[in-house]
């Protein structure tokens, strides 16, 4: 699976929007691009995915460069509620073999302020 | 309500005490996993079973077992804990194919010190 870099920490203002980046330089054709998030050692939590094409949910907005050499995770209106640690994954898709394996990085602790 | 739920949530043991952590899940799964999480390390996986009697090892197995008798359980056995076992661990659970499959639902983890 392909590696990944993100910023270690990100700071934002409450109800502005936050743009988390991320770099797979390294990315597959098969590989998707994942975000998870992960508030104060609670168990991580699924945002969004996509693969070439822009995803939006309730949650996020993922933009994914023409290339897909890096990807950028939008939170349109930040909340005190977001601060959390937010990773960026690429992994096979598919059902063969361990390919439900998430490997994690370090992430991009956001700080969401007042 | 969809949930992964472990227990215990947190747990201080001795060295040797074999402890085991369960896994249940309700939302009909056939892939789980176990991993640790440790500072500056990031997750790492332990174990992760497609289905019911498959598992196969993760990325750091060594100390643990693990069983899938039923498809909502999926406990982690530690038969002989050492302080180098001191983590957080976690368990998570996907569909194995269709189109929630990319989506893994996490419990809320368990502290485990080991003295």
């Known amino acids: 699976d392909a590696k990944t870099t993100q910023p270690t920490s990100m700071d934002c203002a409450e109800g502005r929007a936050a743009n988390l980046p991320c770099n797979h330089s390294?990315?597959?054709?098969?590989?998707?691009v994942y975000w998870y998030r992960q508030i104060h050692s609670q168990g991580p939590q699924y945002i969004i995915h996509g693969l070439k094409n822009n995803e939006t949910n309730e949650m996020a907005s993922l933009i994914i460069t023409e290339d897909r050499k890096s990807s950028t995770l939008i939170l349109p209106h930040a909340t005190l509620r977001d601060t959390a640690v937010y990773y960026c994954?690429?992994?096979?898709?598919?059902?063969?073999?361990?390919?439900?394996?998430?490997?994690w990085g370090l992430g991009t602790s956001l700080a969401v302020n007042p | 309500e969809a949930q992964v739920t472990q227990n215990p949530r947190y747990l201080i043991t001795v060295t040797g005490k074999k402890l085991t952590v369960t896994c249940s899940q309700n939302m009909n799964h056939e892939y789980m996993s176990w991993y640790r999480q440790d500072p500056g390390l990031g997750l790492r996986q332990i174990y992760y079973?497609?289905?019911?009697?498959?598992?196969d090892k993760g990325d750091v197995p060594e100390g643990y077992k693990v069983s899938r008798k039923e498809k909502r359980n999926f406990p982690l056995i530690l038969e002989s804990p050492s302080p180098n076992q001191t983590s957080l661990y976690f368990c998570a659970s996907s569909l194995s194919m269709g189109a929630r499959s990319t989506e893994a639902f996490f419990g809320q983890g368990t502290r485990l010190t080991v003295v």
């Open positions: 994954i690429v992994r096979v898709g598919g059902n063969a073999g361990n390919n439900r394996k998430l490997i």
């Open positions: 390294t990315i597959s054709g098969n590989e998707y």
């Open positions: 079973s497609m289905n019911v009697e498959v598992t």
